[in-house]
């Protein structure tokens, strides 16, 4: 049995040990992208059931806006930036540039962790590749209008977003898919069926739900006439009538009679969100994400009834999550390896850095082969830990390690020191940031610094810790 602790809707079951900073400091990592110095002790005179409801409900968050204010083009509608483009084409650098700095100020800075997470997550898991073409003009807008709002809201709204948002169109070609017609003897356009295969594939059902390749064809049908108006000028969503199959149609237990529009779509976005096996493909992928690389089976099928069960909710999912034994389990085990998001954020968290901008810190997601928004397939980014581990991420990592500590990373001030002798900076660090949970080799090995001007002792210590296995799970 394990000791509970109970707060108003939530129950956080935490088996293996007590409540206590290595528990704090799990809670942070998992939730949140890590502690900053201060934060495991301030999350327990609090209560980590009331840190963790706040999270669940975010508020307002005044001075990370602050910090936002100079990014003057996060608010621009994609029209507004295809104007700009079309002005100067070095715009594009300014609005890209912008863009990647403030997701890297709000990783280091927000208050609502857990809505930074789940923001990276769902785009994630609705990807499209800023680099690609018109998506260097509308990444932004999907993130911030379709993605970000609906983070801890209705599974179904997110995917309606996702699915009617011009970034998703243009990604997988659906602005391109319309209905088959002959002129003089030739046919034109057809039918794409990216769109509808992913949607079945990746945003909902999974690909091993029983569906076949005619609920393929049948689920591109559905979204035929679902396009961009003017990407050169516009960027808006349009629905063309004309270039709508209106034929009857069958997907995965839906039937459609002929004669529809654009409801055929909506119609088929709302069968596929309350499907059982939806529930458990989005349970399992939040599991992943928040627990473990190879989910634990009876946390998934919990999870995914409470997905049905509340119509989606995903902060009703995240309560089933948080409030499990195998969420907390993981405080008392191995850990799981942070992906190189996870490990700069974490990492400018634990020094207290001051973020002002993330072209350096971009830089080094590059180095570890994550640039911010940039997956190419439609499968985003990998959640699983594991597959982050390669010789050259972790040299990329230990280097970044070393740069953040001595001040040098461009557009980020460090804030801690941890102390002036190297074992006790080691033994603070794993103390502020880690719960405690640190190996006696990595303080051994940090109190063997030697001495040095340039950068100093202290500041390898902290660098080492950076690099240390201890902080490279969370």
């Not at 993130?143 to 009617?164: K, M, N, V």
Request: charged content about 25%; overall charge neutral.
């Amino acid at each position: 049995m394990g000791e509970e602790a109970h707060l108003g809707r939530l129950a956080l079951s935490i088996p293996g040990g007590s409540i206590g900073p290595r528990a704090a400091a799990h809670l942070l990592g998992r939730i949140g992208f890590g502690p900053r110095p201060g934060q495991v002790q301030e999350v327990l005179s609090r209560g980590l059931e009331k840190h963790a409801l706040e999270q669940l409900e975010p508020a307002g968050d005044p001075e990370l806006e602050a910090r936002l204010a100079p990014f003057a083009t996060l608010g621009w509608s994609i029209q507004q930036v295809l104007a700009a483009e079309d002005a100067d084409r070095r715009s594009t650098a300014r609005v890209l540039g912008e863009f990647f700095s403030a997701k890297l100020v709000r990783v280091a800075h927000a208050k609502n962790q857990l809505q930074e997470v789940l923001t990276d997550f769902w785009f994630n898991h609705f990807n499209v590749n800023v680099r690609d073409g018109f998506l260097r003009s509308s990444t932004p807008a999907y993130e911030r209008d379709a993605i970000r709002p609906r983070a801890l809201g209705r599974f179904r709204d997110l995917l309606g977003a996702s699915a009617e948002h011009p970034a998703m169109l243009y990604y997988l070609d659906n602005y391109l898919s319309t209905v088959a017609i002959t002129v003089g003897g030739r046919k034109r356009g057809g039918i794409n069926e990216n769109y509808g295969r992913e949607l079945l594939e990746l945003h909902t059902l999974g690909n091993d739900a029983g569906y076949d390749q005619q609920d393929v064809v049948d689920s591109a049908r559905c979204f035929t006439g679902w396009g961009i108006e003017n990407p050169r000028r516009s960027g808006a969503f349009v629905f063309r009538p004309q270039a709508h199959d209106r034929g009857a149609k069958s997907v995965y237990g839906l039937s459609l009679p002929a004669g529809g529009g654009k409801e055929d779509g909506d119609r088929l976005l709302d069968h596929l969100a309350s499907q059982p096996a939806t529930a458990r493909r989005i349970s399992s992928r939040l599991v992943q994400r928040f627990v473990a690389d190879d989910p634990p089976a009876a946390l998934v099928e919990r999870c995914a009834g409470t997905f049905l069960r509340s119509d989606g909710d995903i902060g009703e999912v995240m309560k089933t999550i948080l409030g499990s034994a195998e969420f907390w389990a993981e405080a008392f085990g191995p850990g799981k390896a942070k992906t190189p998001l996870e490990l700069v954020g974490s990492a400018v968290r634990a020094v207290d850095a001051e973020v002002s901008n993330g072209r350096g810190l971009e830089g080094a997601l590059e180095a570890m082969g994550m640039p911010a928004y940039s997956a190419v397939p439609p499968t985003g980014y990998t959640n699983r830990g594991v597959d982050w581990l390669n010789p050259s991420s972790q040299l990329a990592k230990i280097n970044f390690g070393l740069d953040l500590a001595t001040g040098v990373v461009p557009g980020v001030r460090v804030g801690a020191t941890f102390g002036d002798d190297p074992r006790r900076v080691a033994e603070a660090f794993a103390a502020q940031i880690l719960g405690g949970r640190v190996m006696a080799s990595t303080l051994d090995t940090a109190a063997r610094v030697g001495p040095g001007s340039r950068p100093s002792a202290p500041e390898r210590a902290v660098a080492l810790m950076l690099a240390s296995p201890d902080f490279q799970v969370r």
